[in-house]
């Protein structure tokens, strides 16, 4: 640790000009401070401090010069790493075949100036959720890599600041490179990086005197007893978890406006939306991301459907991640107690009294699935899609067609899995592998929106683009030995379809019946794979049974909903099932399935959520403590059964 004197920023500044580093830190801008490119210690807010309250922020002057004697604007460092809006890919037709070019961002090398202790660990949690999980979004990777941080410790608290209640500040932790200290008469300097050590060694600086040492000490405890906020995480993630339904989220939900204001000041969400802008000239499609907020309702939105229809559902939504199920997704908690989303909304609204109020007048808590660290990381574009071309179009009802595509070479999956497919300047969406013969692989498409019209008006020949395969399968591994029943609602049938094919090929005894298929669809002309439904049955091992919602005066088959099939016998408990379809219908077969004794690790479901990014970056399917793209879809009962059924989520 050295001693600079207060002079010496200019000298900091200098060093870092002259290594070509991009400056960006704290200035006074419209009435906020706020972080944007610097020149020198004289743009800094000197002689500033912020005033915050909830629902207000507000500058005063100081009674010193000091440079960083103020708390956190409304803005975080977020912004310079994640970008609230960029071109993540543009696309080209050529020759008949799609081509996907992406951006390759360069950022010039930037010194963030001023990171606060609690926004130094947002930084590192948004590493963890862009860098650290399965999928790396090279556009982050690119800035982060690009990164000098300066972090300032803080010596004085505000008014809404609770970041020792979350472990995060108010000392800076690993991270920085170099650490400032701010004092009347000095700065404290501390290195944490060779980078950092090696711009220190440039400085007039001399060694730190014992004295200025221990004021380091005495600051720092100071700080941490002038928070205005506590918050008490002891068992927080499963107090939440297991409080649901307290009346509290009604409260705040009579308040909340649904501005979305606390996720866009918020240093840590990553929730965002990802678009297709078509050129109307010659130039290529491009594919945008910007943030978005899980308070929108387009959020959550799937088919005419919103799965957090109401404003209590979506505050719930977001504090619940925010304190609880981040924890099992990347291991720590979403929050770092810096205190924006209080200040800036727009009633006041505070989460620490929220989480107070579930506190005093708790139900039990609920377990919640333990964090796993990812191993694995993939390391290509995320959003990086293959040219796949047409070999064969089923028209199987009126909305509803089946593509053989011809795939990459590299390409693979598995029963249950899903493929993102997408059409430069009109969109993407997920649709579930309905069949692979080793030559093609199939996708049952059904016409419900802008994107899948588009597709499924496509002809034989057409190339479109194929990002996957994603997400988890069905469990295979379980089968051999048990009876497997399939239940399949609409077209629920199409990611059951795979599976089927698997286990009418398996060499068993021939004369035992163990699989069963059990399918129901809204009337005759929605029926999917008529043909092989009929060859299913004509295998000895298997036993297929229709059922209708409406019947027409030709049809002859079973009439009401599948579970009054599954009612004719009583299902063994060994045996495993997999279902597909209406959540309204997956609900009552678990509930027929738990009434025979069927253990929930022997149920299996094929979940649907809104999917834009299928790598657990966008946000839009969190469900709980899982993401439906990456942990799902196919997930057993016995993941999912706390939240399952629950409306809202």
């Known amino acids: 640790m050295v001693s600079l004197p207060p002079d010496g920023l200019s000298d900091l500044f200098a060093v870092l000009v002259q290594q070509g580093w991009r400056l960006v830190g704290p200035t006074v801008s419209n009435g906020a401070i706020i972080y944007d490119e610097i020149q020198s210690p004289d743009d800094l807010p000197t002689g500033w ?16 010069k000091r440079s960083f004697g103020y708390v956190v604007g409304p803005q975080s460092w977020k912004k310079e790493l994640f970008l609230p809006h960029e071109v993540v890919q543009t696309s080209s037709l050529n020759n008949g075949t799609f081509h996907w070019h992406g951006a390759n961002p360069k950022p010039a090398p930037t010194a963030f100036i001023g990171v606060r202790a609690c926004d130094l660990s947002a930084i590192g949690i948004q590493d963890r959720v862009f860098l650290e999980d399965t999928y790396v979004d090279p556009h982050y990777q690119a800035r982060r890599n690009a990164t000098l941080i300066i972090a300032v410790n803080c010596t004085e608290a505000g008014a809404l600041c609770f970041c020792d209640s979350m472990g995060t500040g108010p000392q800076a932790g690993p991270g920085y490179d170099l650490c400032l200290t701010e004092f009347d008469d000095c700065f404290l300097v501390e290195s944490g990086s060779d980078r950092g050590e090696a711009i220190a060694a440039q400085l007039p600086a001399t060694s730190a005197k014992p004295a200025q040492q221990a004021a380091l000490t005495t600051a720092i405890d100071d700080c941490r007893q002038q928070m205005g906020r506590t918050l008490n995480t002891d068992g927080l993630p499963e107090l939440l978890f297991g409080n649901l339904e307290h009346p509290q989220w009604d409260a705040v939900g009579d308040a909340c406006l649904a501005c979305g204001n606390c996720t866009l000041v918020c240093p840590t969400c990553f929730c965002h939306a990802i ?85 005093n007048s708790p139900a039990e808590p609920a377990p919640l699935p333990g964090f796993k660290p990812i191993t694995w990381h993939e390391r290509k574009d995320p959003l990086q899609a293959a040219s796949a071309r047409i070999q064969h179009i089923q028209q199987e009802t009126h909305d509803v067609a089946t593509l053989k595509l011809h795939m990459p070479d590299d390409y693979c999956d598995q029963p249950g899995q899903f493929n993102m497919l997408a059409l430069p300047g009109i969109g993407e969406v997920p649709i579930s592998v309905s ?21 499924t008006s496509l002809s034989v020949g057409d190339a479109l683009g194929v990002r996957g395969p994603y997400g988890s399968a069905w469990p295979l591994d379980k089968m051999p030995g048990r009876p497997v029943t399939l239940i399949a609602g ?106 025979d004794g069927v253990p929930p690790e022997n149920i299996y479901l094929s979940m649907e959520r809104n999917m834009k990014c299928a790598t657990g970056h966008c946000g839009r399917c969190q469900y709980g403590p899982h993401f439906i793209c990456k942990d799902g879809p196919v997930f057993s009962y016995a993941q999912i059964r706390p939240l399952f059924g629950k409306p809202g989520f």
């Open 490 to 595: 609409g077209i629920g049938l199409a990611p059951l379809r795979g599976v089927i094919r698997h286990l009418v090929s398996q060499t068993r005894d021939p004369a035992t019946e163990w699989v069963s298929v059990i399918y129901g669809a809204r009337d005759q002309s929605a029926l999917l794979f008529s043909n092989e439904l009929k060859q299913w049955s004509t295998n000895p091992a298997v036993k297929v049974a229709v059922t209708l919602d409406r019947a027409s005066a030709n049809w002859r088959g079973n009439v009401g909903t599948v579970t009054t099939l599954l009612q004719r016998k009583h299902q063994p408990d060994h045996g495993i099932y997999l279902m597909c379809g209406p959540e309204v219908m997956m609900a009552a077969v678990t509930r027929q399935l738990s009434t």
């Open 49 to 64: 401090t912020d005033h915050q309250a909830p629902g207000q922020y507000t500058l005063e002057k100081r009674d010193d």
């Open 275 to 359: 678009d297709e802008t078509p050129d109307l000239a010659s130039g290529p499609a491009v594919r945008e991301r910007s943030w978005d907020s899980c308070f929108s309702e387009e959020h959550s939105h799937i088919h005419g459907w919103s799965f957090q229809p109401s404003i209590k559902d979506r505050y719930r939504q977001w504090a619940t991640h925010k304190l609880s199920s981040w924890h099992s997704q990347f291991g720590t908690s979403g929050c770092v107690g810096c205190g924006r989303c209080i200040a800036w909304c727009p009633v006041g609204i505070d989460i620490t009294e929220q989480v107070a109020a579930i506190q």
């Open 435 to 455: 069949g692979n013969d080793g030559k093609t692989t199939e996708h049952t498409v059904r016409n419900v929106g802008n994107v899948t019209a588009a597709i």
